[in-house]
T-cell receptor, first 117, second 111 residues
Framework: GAVVSQHPSWVICKSGTSVKIECRSLDFQATTMFWYRQFPKQSLMLMATSNEGSKATYEQGVEKDKFLINHASLTLSTLTVTSAHPEDSSFYIC?????????????FGEGSWLTVV | GENVEQHPSTLSVQEGDSAVIKCTYSDSASNYFPWYKQELGKRPQLIIDIRSNVGEKKDQRIAVTLNKTAKHFSLHITETQPEDSAVYFCAAIGWDQKLVFGQGTRLTINP
């Protein structure tokens, strides 16, 4: 089946630095990808919609200048957490939809644990 | 946008009994309702889904029902087993094609 790969699986960074997380659709093209954040014992909260070739659209309350999203190709979206702070520590996960082969089936990446120290 | 409410937040049942988790949604245009099981620190795993043109779907011990009029859908797990213990999320795709999750239910199966 369709696979979405996310990298890195976990990352530790110092406060004030930036971290990039990649999300790749391995065997299908994804014009749209989604980025979620999940704090411990909470639900997955949609952060933004990543659109290939255009700007991402952000959910209310998500700072677009802090969470930079780039979707330069049909198989890759990146999320960069800029000037990270300890409160940004969370589980970040992407998803993509294979609209051609599987209708609207949604595939998730493995997720990335970010710890800011 | 879509808003999904899920209840209960925790559920504990005896092994072999049934478990029911309920969700409501706000967007009448929503047409796809998946259920996910999530292990700690891992991606959500799709366990069953239902589309708006169907009222019920069953896959072995798992079933989902959808009431479009009332805008609610439910997950039913029968003959529960210890390996069913996990966090379960309902979700819905609204008119804007965004997948919105419920708050989650931590299901514990007691042996």
């Amino acid at each position: 089946g369709a696979v979405v790969s996310q990298h890195p699986s976990w990352v530790i960074c110092k406060s004030g630095t930036s971290v990039k997380i990649e999300c790749r659709s391995l065997d299908f093209q994804a014009t749209t990808m989604f980025w979620y954040r999940q704090f411990p014992k909470q639900s997955l909260m949609l952060m933004a919609t990543s659109n290939e070739g255009s700007k991402a659209t952000y959910e209310q309350g998500v700072e677009k200048d802090k969470f930079l999203i780039n979707h330069a190709s049909l198989t890759l979206s990146t999320l960069t957490v800029t000037s990270a702070h300890p409160e940004d520590s969370s589980f970040y996960i992407c998803s993509a939809r294979d609209q051609v082969v599987s209708g609207n089936t949604i595939y998730f990446g493995e997720g990335s644990w970010l710890t800011v120290v | 946008g879509e808003n999904v409410e899920q209840h209960p937040s925790t559920l504990s049942v005896q092994e072999g009994d049934s478990a029911v988790i309920k969700c409501t949604y706000s967007d009448s245009a929503s047409n796809y309702f998946p259920w996910y099981k999530q292990e700690l620190g891992k991606r959500p795993q799709l366990i069953i889904d239902i589309r708006s043109n169907v009222g019920e779907k069953k896959d072995q011990r798992i079933a989902v029902t959808l009431n479009k009029t009332a805008k609610h859908f439910s997950l039913h797990i029968t003959e529960t087993q210890p390996e069913d213990s996990a966090v379960y999320f309902c979700a819905a795709i609204g008119w804007d094609q965004k997948l919105v999750f419920g708050q989650g239910t931590r299901l514990t199966i007691n042996p």
